[in-house]
């Protein structure tokens, strides 16, 4: 494996990567387990954290990922599993459904939390969390949830779905599976 590159030796590269540092230490003293990540246009990253923070970092694609600058973007969600950036604005899959994370003043900290879907149903089932979503064509999503059962079986567990456009229905389209990602 490669390490890193330069741009010229990039290209000719099957496989290519970089380590990119993660925001720790912190000011909140949060752990960063990486659960998800979707790029900007820009070349931004966003990520999000299985302890329910979003992050956004810049500088990627630099000549050093050393000057990657990080800024918590969001915090108290509930297991985050998936992040998806649509037209500009980050999206999460969690344990409460699609939250979009709307940043109006523009100052890099969301400062409303819109619950776009909550329409699948989710059990305390400590396996049935958030595992993946896929944007639809449509505007709506693809949304694996787990399915590995301890004691609670819910209409939902070890599922694909697809949520509408408008995020207020849901279909079914897979069964069966332990952890869909």
């Known amino acids: 494996s490669v390490e890193s590159?330069?741009?010229?030796?990039a290209s000719s590269l099957a496989f290519c990567f970089d380590d990119i540092g993660l925001?720790?230490?912190?000011p909140?003293?949060?752990n960063v387990r990486l659960s998800g990540l979707d790029f900007f246009p820009d070349g931004r990253i966003a990520v999000c954290t299985f302890d329910g923070d979003v992050w956004v970092g810049s500088g990627i694609g630099e000549n050093s990922t050393s000057s990657l600058e990080w800024s918590r973007f969001?915090?108290?969600l509930h297991e985050p599993?998936?992040?998806l950036v649509v037209d500009e604005t980050i999206q999460v899959f969690d344990?409460?459904?699609?939250?979009?994370?709307h940043d109006d003043d523009g100052n890099g900290e969301a400062d409303w939390y819109e619950n776009f879907?909550?329409?699948v149903p989710q059990t305390a089932e400590t396996r049935e969390f958030a595992m993946d979503m896929v944007s639809a064509p449509d505007g709506g999503f693809y949304l694996a949830k787990g399915g590995q059962i301890g004691a609670?079986?819910?209409?939902?567990?070890g599922t694909v779905v697809r949520i509408s456009s408008d995020g207020r229905s849901y279909e079914i389209i897979s069964t069966g599976l332990r952890q869909p990602y």
Not at 5 to 9: H, L, P, Y
Not at 23 to 26: D, G
């Open 5 to 9: 590159a330069s741009q010229s030796d």
């Open 23 to 26: 925001p720790v230490p912190n």
């Open 28 to 30: 909140w003293q949060r």
């Open 74 to 76: 969001a915090s108290g």
């Open 81 to 83: 599993m998936a992040l």
């Open 95 to 101: 344990r409460n459904g699609i939250v979009r994370l």
């Open 117 to 119: 879907s909550h329409v």
């Open 152 to 157: 609670t079986r819910g209409p939902a567990n």
